[in-house]
């Protein structure tokens, strides 16, 4: 880069926002957002392209991405983590701390992966036995269940505001369903599979999510 920086003077930058192996998983860009735009600043970048998915506004930390995104590209001295904050509590209201803790978990997972096989998020990744084992699904859900609780018991919240919260949540949660599906299927019972597919199809219906990646749709892949 700064052999390039010697020769020119106008960059564009062509960045991901999604992981194309498998739509549901998180790809981890809230690791690595600041950084990557305080060097596009910092080396002249005046163009700015981020790509994402092109079936639904509803895949993991999809607003949260956007609007962090717009932010900074408008003042990248901003403080990242007061956004941050502002965001989660605004987007997610009572059950911020939970999907702020379930992101902090994901950081953890996906660091130590890097440390064992060099993993930073790669485009084409997909869910594999080893590195999403049962023991790791329970506890995400545990972070949730916290969060679904929070919204259920806060008396300060309208019926309506409490639906829209739940469903933003439910949201979130598709990767924990489809990590269920596609490898722990053998924990539930016939009875409690059928009830986590219907759950999780009436939230991807909802959602408009309706492919897995680019080139599947959820029907092929898990039905």
Not at 10 to 36: I, L, R
Not at 125 to 154: Q, R
Not at 162 to 175: G, H, P
């Amino acid at each position: 880069m700064n052999g390039w920086k010697a020769l020119a003077s106008h960059f564009a930058v062509w960045d991901y926002t999604v992981n194309f192996g498998e739509f549901y998983h998180p790809f981890p860009s809230w690791m690595t957002m600041y950084d990557n735009l305080k060097s596009y600043y910092d080396y002249g970048y005046v163009d700015i392209f981020n790509q994402g998915n092109s079936y639904s506004e509803h895949l993991a930390f999809y607003w949260f991405d956007m609007w962090m995104r717009t932010r900074l590209c408008w003042d990248i001295h901003a403080d990242y983590d007061k956004l941050a904050e502002e965001f989660l509590t605004a987007y997610y209201g009572v059950a911020s701390d939970c999907v702020k803790e379930y992101m902090d978990r994901l950081s953890f997972i996906y660091l130590k992966w890097a440390e064992k096989s060099g993993y930073t998020g790669k485009l084409g990744a997909t869910a594999t036995l080893d590195k999403w084992p049962i023991e790791v699904v329970e506890s995400l859900w545990t972070i949730f269940n916290k969060g679904y609780s929070a919204i259920e018991n806060s008396s300060s919240l309208s019926a309506e505001r409490k639906q829209v919260l739940k469903e933003r949540l439910d949201y979130e949660t598709v990767f924990c369903r489809f990590l269920e599906l596609k490898l722990h299927s053998i924990y539930f019972s016939r009875d409690e599979l059928i009830e986590k597919i219907d759950t999780f199809e009436a939230i991807c219906k909802r959602g408009n999510l309706g492919g897995l990646r680019s080139w599947t749709t959820i029907d092929e892949e898990i039905l």
